[in-house]
């Protein structure tokens, strides 16, 4: 039985091949047949082919057949190669996969540092700038700078000019925002709100965006009113008894031709109370309100009467909800006498009375809830009056270009 060749043995044929021995004497020399020789021939070329790439695995082949005993220049002038060549791989190559798992560690402990980083200061992003600052002066001398200013997003710059000069632009125009938007927020009743801090911060010639109003805002601890979600309705069918003659029509030209009205209620000493509100749509001013134990026509009655002395006229178009404070024979033919025109919103469809619905759902989301409960009616009944001023002068209003209705109803008598 015929050994087998050993890889050593077999370059050195394939060698002798390339030398210009023939096949036929290599083959009776080695008690070989032609075929054997001509296919190991054909795999040495493709392995030529192969090196002109140089890949990792024709690389591996020629350290293994060095590793096996197979001598240097041989495989160099076999396969066509330097000996510094063949000596680099030897030298890199070998120790590469130790490499690569040291590089492993070495991530595996970056990654550790990072998450106990992120373990121990988990409120970072709700952190100020002098906070993340300290945060990674404490740490400089565990945790590179570079590294820890990546970390807690502050820039290298910031980091420097800070701890240089214990204070940076950036932080020295923070403290004054604060302070124009704590201002803002007592001149406002203590609403908060960016949009509108936004609109007053430019009247006094300071440019800040919503974001970072709303950041400095949470800093400072103040909170923000959020609504409920709305809900949605479909639209019930029309009466012709009580037409909606306004038709959403929110959007006024002049003073008097429309004015809305609601009523709403809460419980004081778990007795209800009763706030009538009739408003102007052209410049969503309060101009009456009544507050009452009964809820009857008489409330709705006697708000109208006030409207209509404050405003020395009479509107073009009551409008309201069916509730019956508005829809008695007493407060319709009241109306009718002076040529109001009525009309109504659909049953079940609060959209028809959006303004109304806004103005009680503001009313008490700043007022009535950071209150609630009062202890007696006067003490309601102040609150509600301090509510009244407040909206009509200062409170900026979006329907009517962010600014106070007050100051809408001045410019049109200006013009």
């Known amino acids: 039985m015929r050994k087998r060749k050993t890889s050593e043995q077999r370059d050195k044929i394939i060698l002798s ?12 020399k080695h008690k070989l047949s032609r075929s054997i020789i001509y296919l190991w021939i054909s795999e040495s070329n493709k392995l030529k082919s192969i090196k002109k790439r140089h890949s990792l695995d024709f690389k591996n082949e020629i350290i293994k057949k060095i590793e096996d005993g197979s001598r240097v220049a041989e495989i160099c002038e076999l396969y066509q190669l ?59 001398q565990t945790y590179p700078i570079d590294f820890m200013c990546r970390l807690f997003n502050v ?48 009247e006094q010639q300071t440019i800040a965006s919503e974001k970072k109003i709303r950041y400095l805002m949470h800093e400072l601890g103040l909170q923000f009113s959020k609504g409920n979600k709305s809900k949605k309705y479909m ?37 209800p109370v009763y706030l009538c509100v009739i408003i102007d749509l052209f410049s969503r001013k309060v101009i009456a309100y009544d507050i009452s134990k009964v809820n009857n026509a008489r409330l709705s009655l006697s708000t109208y009467k006030q409207a209509v002395i ?46 109304m619905e806004s103005f009680f759902s503001h009313f008490k989301r700043e007022s009535v809830y950071p209150h609630y409960p009062f202890s007696t009616d006067q003490a309601y009944k102040s609150n509600v009056h301090e509510y009244m001023d407040y909206y009509n002068k200062k409170r900026l209003h979006s329907s009517i270009g962010m600014i106070p209705p007050n100051l809408k109803e001045g410019l049109y008598r200006k013009n």
């Not at 091949?17 to 083959?27: F, N, P, R, S, T």
Request: aromatic share 12%.
């Open 155 to 202: 820039a290298r710059s910031t980091y420097y000019n800070y701890i240089n000069h214990q204070t940076t632009p950036a932080i020295e125009r923070d403290k004054i925002l604060k302070e124009k938007i704590m201002n803002i927020y007592i001149k406002q009743n203590k609403i908060a709100s960016a949009s509108k801090y936004k609109i007053i911060l430019q």
């Open 82 to 140: 330097s000996k510094s060549t063949v000596y680099h791989w030897v030298e890199t190559i070998s120790v590469l996969q130790v490499k690569k798992a040291q590089a492993k560690v070495i991530e595996k402990d970056k990654y550790d540092n990072l998450y106990q980083l992120f373990k121990t200061y988990s409120v970072t992003n709700q952190m100020s700038v002098e906070e993340r600052i300290s945060l990674i002066t404490l740490n400089n």
């Open 310 to 355: 404050y405003r020395k006229t009479h509107p073009m178009l009551f409008h309201s909800d069916r509730g019956v404070q508005y829809t008695s024979k007493i407060f319709r033919s009241h109306l009718q006498r002076y040529d109001v025109q009525l009309s109504y919103s659909a049953v079940g469809y609060p959209y028809d009375n959006a303004p």
């Open 17 to 28: 091949y390339h030398k210009g021995i023939k096949v036929d004497a290599l083959a009776k």
């Open 235 to 271: 639209r019930p069918k029309t009466s012709i008894k009580y037409a909606n003659v306004l038709k959403q029509a929110f959007n006024q030209s002049m003073p008097n031709r429309v004015w809305v009205s609601d009523i709403t209620e809460i419980k004081i000493n778990y007795r």
